[in-house]
């Protein structure tokens, strides 16, 4: 397939440490990609489901005590520890490289290794990067071909250039206690064993495209980020850009490809999705800093989709999708999980394969259960998703899931007033996870689990790209959640959230004033549009409430920013403590 030395010599090298029993190179074909499907069924390691209803849809199951990514078991190895920063499990490269290759030594014996060359973004863009990964899945092989770019063509690309991350997966025993999802920066390398599930496997996604890149980001001038990517369509045609950042729970893949309420459809107003997990951000020839998704399809949690919260989504897994740990409903051979619609099928078997009662109160579908589906089959996906250019980005937003503290939304009063309120993004957890309701947990930029380096000199990066972006994008902090006082939801969400992306545009158009208070910019009550809203309790009063600042709870969560600053330590910019003091005396006047 290539004449390139770089891969060459190095998959030589891994043939022998993991030894397989054949090699089969990835083309990209439909013919090749159709016999794959035909022998992971054959296997059992996919279930075909009913192609009239789910044309090109299949069921795979985990092993249950691999379902999630494990944050606990991911490290960053750079020569020097320091250059992972606290907030990253590191160990000395050396020491990590032979711990794994006696772990991978002959794990592919009686396997077949299949090797993916595949593209972040647009095969053959200048913004584009290319990867190479080894693994011993189909079902890895297959989500890959969803996710990302693949084939014969990404080769042609490479040409004989030795620019290209190299990753390593062997699913090998699925063993907990031996399992490792290790990133060497410095080498361009991952390396993954012992999962099959999605986040640690699917090497393109968070491994390459945040915590590799984000360290390649720093060192070229550019970003790596955990964020959508929509645009709005104006009655005239125009369309206008935004980026969001939320940790994960907050829905991000909801916002990204939301349907905009009556008032703004009859207008002629439309949203369209270019990216609902990662965007790479550069500054473009015109000033403006440019966003394009380098995935190629959407990994999505399957509990809570459904036509209320996310009708695009439900439409994108309707063919083409890789169905992962939710219900099998044996009925008429389809898929179910939670939240999907009030009638759970009787005759189903639950995510581990088990026979299933809905009444027992156990879960049918796991929660992390996912969709793996094509961008391309989304009724809302942008005429830019395949630009080479990306799209220029009038606003980015940071948000959490806060009961009472965040209003609504504000603006940050400049760039690095708004890296601050990226820094300080935090999220409650709530009652569906196990542990305390309601406790802070600090996820700056919603990178934490994401950041291939120190999360200081990640700061820095910030600070330093807003001196290089003569026209940056504003900076705005949203909260959908807030809560009253029996811990109901008061913004409606979804769709309306709109109304708040509406308030974003025209203050970055300036077109509409707000008021000054110590967090930023805010609107007036009335300045986001509530027409239609009565039914859902929303009323002047309600967003006036919405929009309120207690000063004090600002003040309580200042301790919580100040805590993890110092837990960064002294690659923390000094820009971000000047922040903090401003932000402080304008607290305290
Ligand atoms: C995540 C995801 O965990 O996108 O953030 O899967
Ligand atoms: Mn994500």
């Given at each position: 397939m290539t004449k390139n030395t770089a891969v060459l010599n190095w998959l030589e090298e891994m043939k022998n440490l993991v030894k397989p029993d054949k090699v089969v190179w990835i083309d990209g074909s439909k013919e090749q990609a159709d016999e794959l499907r035909a022998e992971a069924c054959a296997t059992g390691e996919m279930i075909a489901l009913n192609q009239e209803k789910l044309p090109g849809c299949y069921l795979h199951r985990t092993a249950v005590n691999d379902v999630a990514r494990v944050e606990g078991r991911t490290f960053i190895c750079t020569s020097k520890k320091e250059d992972a920063g606290a907030t990253n499990n590191w160990c000395d490269p050396k020491e990590m490289y032979a711990k794994l290759y006696k772990l991978y030594d002959g794990s592919y014996q009686g396997r077949t290794m299949y090797v993916i060359p595949y593209s972040?973004?647009?095969?053959?863009?200048?913004?584009s990067k290319i990867g190479i990964e080894l693994t011993d899945s189909i079902y890895v092989v297959l989500n890959m071909l969803i996710m990302t770019r693949v084939g014969t063509a990404v080769l042609e690309a490479l040409g004989d250039s030795p620019d290209f991350v190299k990753g390593l997966h062997a699913k090998k025993d699925i063993d907990e206690e031996n399992r490792y999802i290790v990133h060497f920066p410095e080498d361009n390398t991952i390396m993954s064993v012992n999962s099959g599930y999605g986040g640690n496997v699917l090497l393109g996604k968070k491994c390459f495209a945040l915590r590799i890149a984000s360290y390649l980001a720093r060192k070229e001038g550019w970003l790596a980020e955990h964020m959508l990517i929509l645009g709005v369509e104006a009655p005239n045609g125009e369309t206008r850009y935004i980026c969001a950042a939320f940790p994960s729970a907050c829905g991000k893949t909801n916002l990204a490809m939301l349907i905009p309420p009556e008032i703004y459809q009859k207008k002629g107003y439309k949203v369209w999705c270019v990216g609902d997990d990662i965007a790479w951000l550069r500054v473009g020839p015109d000033g403006r800093l440019w966003a394009m998704n380098p995935e190629n399809g959407f990994f999505g949690v399957a509990p809570g989709t459904n036509l209320k919260s996310n009708p695009n989504a439900l439409h994108t897994t309707e063919r083409d999708t890789i169905f992962t740990n939710v219900v099998h409903?044996?009925?008429?051979n389809t898929v179910w999980w939670e939240g999907l619609n009030k009638t759970p099928p009787t005759n189903a078997l639950n995510w581990k394969g088990e026979k299933w009662d809905p009444a027992s109160g156990e879960k049918g579908a796991h929660p992390n259960s996912r969709f793996t589906a094509v961008a391309k089959n989304c009724p809302c996906i942008s005429k830019e998703f395949d630009s080479t250019t990306g799209v220029p980005i009038d606003a980015i937003i940071f948000g959490g899931r806060r009961a009472k503290t965040a209003p609504l939304v504000y603006q940050s009063y400049d760039w690095n007033h708004g890296v601050y309120v990226g820094s300080a993004m935090a999220s409650e957890t709530t009652a569906a996870a196990s542990g305390a309701v309601g406790v802070v947990r600090r996820d700056p930029m919603a990178m934490l689990p994401f950041c291939g380096y120190n999360m200081g000199d990640y700061f820095a990066h910030w600070i330093e790209m807003g001196k290089k972006i003569p026209h940056a994008p504003k900076i705005f902090n949203v909260n959908w959640f807030r809560t009253d006082d029996e811990g109901n939801f008061i913004w409606p969400g979804f769709g309306d959230n709109m109304r708040v992306l509406m308030w974003i545009l025209d203050r970055c158009e300036e077109k509409v004033g707000a008021v000054q208070t110590p967090i930023g910019y805010m609107p007036k009550?009335?300045?986001i549009n509530i027409e239609g809203l009565e039914d859902e309790g929303i009323t002047p009063a309600v967003m006036k409430d919405l929009l309120s600042v207690d000063k004090d709870l600002w003040k309580e969560d200042i301790k919580g920013v100040k805590e993890f600053y110092a837990k960064i330590g002294d690659r923390m910019p000094k820009e971000l403590y000047d922040e903090l003091d401003k932000f402080e005396a304008r607290l305290h006047a």
């Open positions: 972040m973004g647009v095969i053959g863009s200048k913004f409903n044996l009925e008429d009550p009335e300045d």
